[in-house]
Structures are given as C-alpha cells and as structure tokens.
C-alpha cells in the first residue's frame, strides 16, 4: 500500500526555521517526481514546489522559492521542506503528494509569537 | 500565473447529476494533452485525485465520476450523486508552473 507520512509541524515563532519530513513507502521512491503542497486554514490550496526523482532539479512557485527549500533522500525514502523565515501567512496543512495520486495526511504548521 | 475559476458552491439533490466548471485564464492544453486535474476533499481528509489529463478516472474512483474539457474550459461531472459525494471539489492545472488550484467548489445537498 502507498503510504505518505508527513511530520515536523508544530507552533513556531515568526522568523524561525522549521523542516518538514515526509516518509514514503509502498513504492520505489527514486523512481517518481515529488510536491509539496499546502492548504491554509481558509481552504486555499497553494502549490509550492516540486523535485526530480534523482533530487538533481527542483521547481519552486516563485513566491516561495526565496525562503521554501525542497530535498530528498532517496537511500530513506523521504521528501524534505526546509521552511526558513516563516510568516503568519505559512500558518497552513503541508501536505506532500506524488502527484500522480497519493497524498499524505498532512502536518499543520502555526506561524505565532 | 494561470487563475482557475471555480462556482463556490453547488447544491444537489441524491441521485441527480451535479456539473461543476473550472475555467482557466489561459489555455491549460497542449497538443491533445489537457493538463487539468480534479480532487475531492472530505472534511478532516487530505485531497484525492478524481480525474487526471480532463478525463481519465483516477485508480479506484467509481464511474459515476467523469471529467470533459479542453483548453481553457473543463468540466467535472458526477452523476448520479451519492451522499458520500458532499466534499469540497478541487481543480489544478499543470500545464505552467506555479501549478495553481482553484479555489474549490462545495457539494452541498438541497
């Protein structure tokens, strides 16, 4: 069974860093193209990026790319969202997904002082 | 970016067919090739994905959904409606990055 787990969110402070993991199983990872996509409490769905099955490009929504950083480990099977210098407005679910169908449960990120 | 327009909400009664439209501001289709996707979201749940490319139905989603659309216009369309249906209806466009939603449609029962 396909299965993606994310983990990482949580409260934190305007300004801070935060990274955000999500563990595949139930495929071959290096093989599939991965996102992240995130959904703020009003519903809005907001696409933020994506990364090559072999990590080698990344392709960010232009708002986002100058503080979200997208990785991956193939060896762990895990996707990464480095979040930096984060904002009331990151408050939202992250969500990862592989595109072609599977999307994990989410984890809610809180931007608050 | 592409802006997709999405009705707010659409009332349905059981058994009927509900339409629900997404537009594009610019065409999401290349060649044949029609870069729009559908999702369904329940509360408390993360989105699935319904139809992919306009039309094809996504693994293990019942028939009773379907999907039509090229260009700039696309169509989702549940027919008949069942009461596990009510959920938010989401369509994404992959044709350009950023690869935006729409801002969803409501199913609600009349």
């Known amino acids: 069974e396909v299965q993606l787990v994310e983990s990482g969110g949580g409260l934190v402070q305007p300004g801070a860093s935060l990274k955000l993991s999500c563990v595949a199983s139930g495929f071959t990872f290096s093989d599939y193209w991965m996102s992240w996509v995130r959904q703020t409490p009003g519903k809005t769905m907001e696409w933020i990026g994506d990364?090559?099955?072999?990590?080698?490009?990344?392709n960010y929504a232009p708002s986002l790319k100058n503080r979200f950083t997208i990785s991956r480990d193939n060896a762990k099977s895990t996707l990464y969202l480095q979040m930096s210098n984060v904002r009331s407005e990151d408050t939202a679910t992250y969500y990862c997904?592989?595109?072609?169908?599977?999307w994990g449960q989410g984890t809610l990120v809180t931007v608050s002082s | 970016d592409i802006v997709l327009t999405q009705s707010p909400v659409l009332a349905v009664s059981l058994g009927q067919r509900a339409t629900m439209s997404c537009r594009a501001s610019q065409s999401v289709s290349i060649s044949s090739i029609n870069l729009m996707h559908w999702y369904q979201q329940k509360p408390g749940q993360q989105p699935k994905l319904l139809i992919y490319r306009a039309s094809n139905l996504a693994s293990g989603i019942p028939a009773r959904f379907s999907g039509s659309g090229s260009g700039t216009d696309f169509t989702l369309i549940i027919d008949p409606v069942q009461a596990d249906d009510i959920a938010a209806y989401y369509c994404q466009q992959s044709r350009e990055s950023p690869y935006t939603f729409g801002a969803g449609t409501k199913l609600e029962l009349k």
């Open positions: 990364i090559k099955y072999d990590g080698s490009y990344t």
């Open positions: 997904t592989r595109g072609d169908g599977p």
